[in-house]
């Protein structure tokens, strides 16, 4: 979307977005407290709204009968006209979503990857999100993919994914041209954070979002909008210096040493477990102490984090794989214990699951946020106030 400043076009854009968001927000709802709200005019939101139907955007539910005059026709998002998709990318799999405009996830498909190469991955993606529309939706608006990593989704490049093995890929434009779809790229974690706030799960407009499995992420949520810094690098957490203690440094998959996520990271544990000899997978109760070390870890450096930015809440997004015993609420024990001799109280925390469909699903808000704001447009990131996504 190119800036259209001072033009109609993006006048209309902002005034659509606006609609929209409030709609989804506060539906069902009406032309006459639209309008308001918003300051327009009733044949302007009489004609935006009509515009807004027959793209299949809205559609008029329930019937309010008032004490004279005409009945109201209530308002709501449309549900079997428009859809976008949503998509996890791993290094053994293509988990693809279809959601509807609330983010209701209606279809899924996985798609095994034969490779890493970021070719094959793309066709893969291509692979799942045909098979999960089926050929049966009438409107795709876009794909979102989830890369575990560095991820630049202003430019479309992995900067660095130690997962997928990848550093400097030009993934969007490999995606555009497999799917023939616009596409939008970003981290698991942001990712994460997309579905967190679309449907509005969390409240808070200060937060930090956390996403522990294979690797470590962390999303910044500042004034309800993820800040992804000057380069896209904002929340690299996991290529942060841990502290350590006794014993050798561990080398990790960007090129340095003693990364929480060699200290904190189910990739990390692994590595860890191989060079003391355990060639297998990680077991809670086995591995009880590594386990632990981990935890601390983990705490330790969200509380780093957290005292910097002061957020209201943090949220710790666990993948199925970090599914092991005590290991999270051992992580949130050491977080609050960084707290005991602060001058504030701690953040909020809660701990959720984070595995491949609610990574897809957002990745796919992703793309439907782009509905409700039109701040791409807008001059120095001013925005409709009411968009929140």
Known sequence: MKPRAGSKALIREINEALILDMVRTQSPISRARIAAQTGLS?????????????AGLLV?????HGTGGRPARLLELGRHGVFAAGVRLSPTAAHAVVVDLRGGVVATHSE???????????????????????????????VG????????????????????GWAGVGLQRLLEEALDEAVVIDSYVNSYACGL???????????????????????????????????????????SRA????GPARACHCGAEDCFETRASLWGMQRELERSGGI????????????????????????NVAKVLGPEQVVVGFAPEADLGTFA???????????????????????????????????????????FTARESLPNESRPSSASA
């Open 280 to 303: 297998r997978e990680i077991d809670a109760d086995a591995d009880a102490h590594l386990i632990a070390d981990a935890a601390s870890h983990l705490g330790i450096g969200m509380a």
């Open 42 to 54: 009733a044949a302007s939101v009489t004609g935006i709204t009509g515009r807004l139907i027959q």
């Open 60 to 64: 008029e539910a329930e019937t309010v």
């Open 197 to 239: 706030l679309f449907d509005d799960a969390y409240k808070c407009r200060e937060m930090l979002i956390f996403s522990v499995g294979t690797s470590l992420g962390a999303a910044v949520v500042v004034d309800g909008r993820i800040q992804r810094g000057f380069d896209g690098s904002a929340g690299g957490f996991a290529h």
């Open 243 to 246: 502290i350590t203690g006794p």
């Open 112 to 142: 095994p990857l034969e490779s890493g190469e970021p070719a094959e991955a793309a066709e893969a993606v291509a692979r799942a999100v045909r098979a999960a529309a089926g050929g049966k939706l009438p409107k795709i608006i876009g």
């Open 329 to 371: 609420g051992q992580a949130r024990q050491a977080f609050l214990r960084q707290y005991d001799h602060a001058n504030t109280p701690p953040p909020l925390v809660d701990t959720a699951a984070a595995d491949h469909v609610e990574l897809a699903r957002g990745a796919a808000c992703s793309v439907l946020a782009g509905l």
């Open 145 to 164: 993919v989830a890369v575990s990593g560095v991820v630049d989704q202003g430019s479309g490049f992995v900067r660095h994914s130690g997962a997928m």
